[in-house]
């Protein structure tokens, strides 16, 4: 059985990113409204009332804005941390007790016939999360909304096929941009988002440890281009003997809508 992934919203607006395979789906956050995420899970040839789980990586807006809509309407049971649930209950708007399911991050779980694991994140939220969905011997693995590079998410990571990894911004537009001072200090700071050049930095690590498809997400709008993301990423690799394309690809996931149809072993965008 396949694995198969989509980012369906990627982006400080709002995320959502399916995972599936013939006898599961699953998704990674809602954090657009439910309306907006069905009809881009039509394009996939999927309905939410298939979906056996949504995963909650933390309680930001981004990430949870279509959650207990999805959940009430489609009956669909919702996992996330304990801290997660503490610091989101308010903002739900209520999902049925039936459908609330909390994990401990050390331990993992299936959802619709795929493994789910989690790993904790440096991020400035209650207890977030990113998560790896394996199937057979293909792994994904979802790692965004990350102040900075360290070695326990990045050896949770380790091993995955492919890798939807935050790229959220270039240093000197976020600096130069018009943010407030404040929300600056709290983007660079190490609970913050991930600059390109550090996604670029784990990237290379990530696929010297067996990854061939990196899916840069979670960029933003006002202080990074794709085009940019993807080109500091390319020449990273380029530098440590990789060939980008060959050994792995890279590519951007679209901000405000379904980004393409990937296998976890092969991609057809
Ligand atoms: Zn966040
Ligand atoms: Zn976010």
Redesign the pocket.
Known sequence: MELRFSPLFSGSSGNAIYAGCDGGHLLVDAGVTCLRLAAELKRIGISPAQLNGILV??E?I??IRGVSVLSRKYDIPVYATEGTWAAMEDKLGGVSMKNVRVFEPSEDFYVGGMNVSAFEIP???AQ?VGYSIALGGARLSVAT?IGHVRDSWLKAVAGSDAVVLESNYDPDMLKAGPYPYDLKKRILGRRG?LANDDASRAAVELIKRGARQIVLGHLSKENNFPELAERCCSLALCAAGIVPGEDASVCVAKRDSLTGIFSVRMCFT
């Open positions: 990586t933390h930001h981004d990430h991020h400035d939220a977030p909304d988002h």
